[in-house]
């Protein structure tokens, strides 16, 4: 079993719409929650970090962990094509001496006008 | 705002060749990384850097080698260039451990 697992998609919705990405982990000693969006032909980018179980907002982009159930999404109200893009989790231990990532496949997304 | 710089952006290799991907970053991050991604397999962790001396093995580390004499520099280095090692590679930085991670724009290599 992966330690993230995400399903790649593809996602295509049409403009407007509600989008739900999510990722399922295994290891919970996980402590951090990252959602990042890469673009074609680019390097990825951070969207939204999370520590805590609960939603975390930001602009049409919400983050929600469930630490219960080892399960986060990425929620993205009123869709943009701008926002057709893959989306990538990513999660890892508390500091410690771990230090590294653990990335989920990612998920394409596209956004039909 | 330079960020994390990488060259090339694009190469083609000969089997058995050698070359280094070079990255720089201009934001005084301690931690440096080295990635490949490949279509489905997501990001792949090949080398990592915790500061200027400091390097250690991610999941894929064969077949590649990293120094790190500086802050800013985090060299990846491939000896004897194969077919499997043809990927998008990315460099990226961060202040600590837990901090967001910066990555630069890729370098996309080809093995022939």
């Known amino acids: 079993q992966k330690e993230v697992e995400q399903d790649p998609g593809p996602l295509s919705v049409p403009e407007g719409a509600i989008v739900s990405l999510n990722c399922t982990y295994s290891?919970?000693?996980?402590?951090?929650f990252m959602w990042y969006r890469q673009y074609s032909r680019k390097g990825p980018e951070l969207l939204m970090y999370?520590?805590s179980s609960g939603n975390k907002e930001d602009g049409r982009f919400t983050a929600q962990v469930d630490k219960s159930s080892k399960y986060i999404s990425l929620f993205i109200r009123d869709s943009q094509p701008s926002d057709s893009a893959t989306y990538l989790c990513?999660?890892?231990?508390?500091?410690?001496?771990?230090?590294?990532?653990?990335w989920g496949l990612g998920t394409s997304l596209a956004v039909n006008p | 705002n330079a960020g994390v710089t990488q060259t090339p952006k694009f190469r083609i290799l000969k089997i058995g060749q050698s070359m280094t991907l070079q990255c720089t970053q201009d934001m005084n991050h301690n931690y440096m990384y080295w990635y490949r991604q490949d279509p489905g397999m997501g990001l792949k962790l090949i080398y990592y850097?915790?500061?200027?001396?400091?390097?250690d093995k991610g999941e894929v580390p064969n077949g590649y080698n990293v120094s790190r004499s500086t802050t800013e520099d985090f060299p990846l280095r491939l000896e004897l260039a194969a077919p499997s090692q043809t990927s998008v590679y990315f460099c990226?930085?961060?202040?600590?451990?837990?901090?967001?991670?910066?990555f630069g724009q890729g370098t996309r290599l080809t093995v022939v």
């Open positions: 290891n919970s000693a996980f402590q951090y």
């Open positions: 999370t520590y």
């Open positions: 990513a999660t890892r231990e508390d500091a410690g001496n771990n230090r590294k990532l653990i």
């Open positions: 990226a930085s961060s202040y600590s451990a837990n901090t967001e991670a910066f």
């Open positions: 850097s915790v500061g200027a001396g400091i390097t």
